[in-house]
């Protein structure tokens, strides 16, 4: 019996060492796609969204999906900051139009790139990785690409953009770690 136990917690153990909701990486450093982020908490969908007026506006808006992990969610929830081990992936999809009985606005379509945001201090903390389309493995990002410093310099919540995050704006602005002013 006490053996039967004991194989019970160490295949436990391994079974929650393989869960997908901490980032795992290859040796080689690549980060995996998570395989159940779809089964994650969503924050929020973007549409066509630019940072620049430059340009025509683009006439077929990509959509772009968050999501995070659980714990992560429940974590920033608590104290307004997130925890170690925090990945959020950005999903992007492609949008149309007059498709089966709709006659207006937009509807997503198939799914292309991802990228994810991750912080982990046993790597230097946050950090960002591209998944091209159908990609299970994503790259790092070297820090002087724009993405580290837009994220740090508009983002309202430890480099993240949780203005656009809805669920998350009031935990933010009880626990006093909103950053005033982005989001006029
Ligand atoms: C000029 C500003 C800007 C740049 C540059 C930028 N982003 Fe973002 N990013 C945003 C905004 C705004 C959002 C919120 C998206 C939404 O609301 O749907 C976002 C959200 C994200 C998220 C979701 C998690 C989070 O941190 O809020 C990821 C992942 C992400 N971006 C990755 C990248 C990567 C990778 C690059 C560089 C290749 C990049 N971003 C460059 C503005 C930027």
Not at 36 to 54: A, H
Not at 126 to 147: H, N, Q, T, V
Request: charged fraction near 25%; proline fraction near 5%.
């Amino acid at each position: 019996m006490k053996r039967i136990l004991l194989l019970g917690a160490v295949l436990g153990m391994a079974l929650f060492a393989q869960s997908d909701r901490a980032p795992r990486y290859r040796n080689d450093g690549k980060l995996l796609l998570p395989a159940d982020y779809r089964e994650w908490i969503f924050l929020s969908s973007g549409i066509g969204m630019r940072y620049s007026t430059d340009g025509a506006a683009n006439p077929n808006p990509p959509f772009d999906n968050v999501f995070v992990n659980p714990e992560a969610y429940r974590g920033f929830l608590k104290t307004g900051i997130w925890p170690d081990k925090t990945v959020l992936v950005l999903e992007v999809r492609r949008s149309e139009s007059q498709l089966s009985i709709n006659k207006d606005g937009r509807v997503q379509t198939t799914g292309g790139a991802a990228e994810i945001h991750v912080k982990d201090a046993s790597r230097g903390g946050w950090a960002f990785y591209e998944f091209p389309r159908g990609a299970k493995e994503g790259d790092l990002l070297p820090k002087d690409r724009d993405c580290y410093s837009c994220h740090e310099k508009d983002g309202a919540v430890d480099s993240t953009f949780v203005q656009f995050y809805p669920t998350l704006i009031d935990a933010a602005k009880a626990k006093g770690t909103f950053r005033q002013g982005v989001e006029q």
